[in-house]
T-cell receptor
Framework: GESVGLHLPTLSVQEGDNSIINCAYS??????FIWYKQESGKGPQFIID?????DKRQGQRVTVLLNKTVKHLSLQIAATQPGDSAVYFC??????????FGKGTMLLVSP | DAGVIQSPRHEVTEMGQEVTLRCKPI?????LFWYRQTMMRGLELLIY????????DSGMPEDRFSAKMPNASFSTLKIQPSEPRDSAVYFC?????????????FGNGTRLTVT
């Protein structure tokens, strides 16, 4: 079931480590997925997206992996930096419907 | 590029008062979305417009909420009368013609506090 309540899942890492943030999506009809980063006091910011006909996509320091069999999405951040500290959301779009956001994961990076 | 611009950044009002939130989308974007964010419920879609026309308002919580888009460069979200449970951060976002493969660009939000 989905997480409910005041506490976001939190991932704490050391600067320079690789981070992996996971997301389980709910709709098997979803064919487009996006990762957003939200810093304190700001709106969500686009990081990377992937279509359902792909299982991996790479950007600058970030990689998104998609496993449609188990409806799982992950965001890998290489050489994590303090500036990467934020809440990360996965979002899915079933067909031509609208974006549905997950609950988010907080990433804390220690120097 | 100015990005999506929202005003005000913060709004504090008393229960029963009318609140109007404003949004200027990115020029050339045909879709405009209003989201609400709370710790309990996360990001919820309230309503979205395509070419200034409301397409889906099923997320608008009650009749106290209304949204308009009089032209391609301006939208408002109005709450009348406001209640303490409306306290949240309200985001406006815009995207290009097709939502598929066209990520939403968000403003920095309006933090609403209703006392």
């Amino acid at each position: 079931g989905e997480s409910v309540g005041l506490h976001l899942p939190t991932l704490s890492v050391q600067e320079g480590d690789n981070s992996i943030i996971n997301c389980a999506y709910s709709n098997s009809a979803s064919d487009y997925f996006i990762w957003y980063k939200q810093e304190s006091g700001k709106g969500p910011q686009f990081i990377i997206d992937i279509r359902s006909n792909m299982d991996k996509r790479q950007g600058q320091r970030v990689t998104v992996l998609l496993n449609k069999t188990v409806k799982h999405l992950s965001l890998q951040i290489a050489a994590t930096q303090p500036g990467d500290s934020a809440v990360y959301f996965c979002a899915e779009i079933p067909g031509y419907s609208t974006l549905t956001f997950g609950k988010g994961t907080m990433l804390l990076v220690s120097p | 590029d100015a990005g999506v611009i929202q005003s005000p950044r913060h709004e504090v009002t008393e229960m029963g008062q009318e609140v109007t939130l404003r949004c200027k989308p990115i020029s050339g974007h045909d879709y405009l979305f209003w989201y609400r964010q709370t710790m309990m419920r996360g990001l919820e879609l309230l309503i979205y417009f395509n070419n200034n026309v409301p397409i889906d308002d099923s997320g608008m919580p009650e009749d106290r909420f209304s949204a308009k888009m009089p032209n391609a460069s301006f939208s408002t979200l109005k709450i009348q009368p406001s209640e303490p449970r409306d306290s949240a951060v309200y985001f406006c976002a815009s995207s290009k013609r097709a939502s598929f493969n066209s990520p939403l660009h968000f403003g920095n939000g309006t933090r609403l506090t209703v006392t």
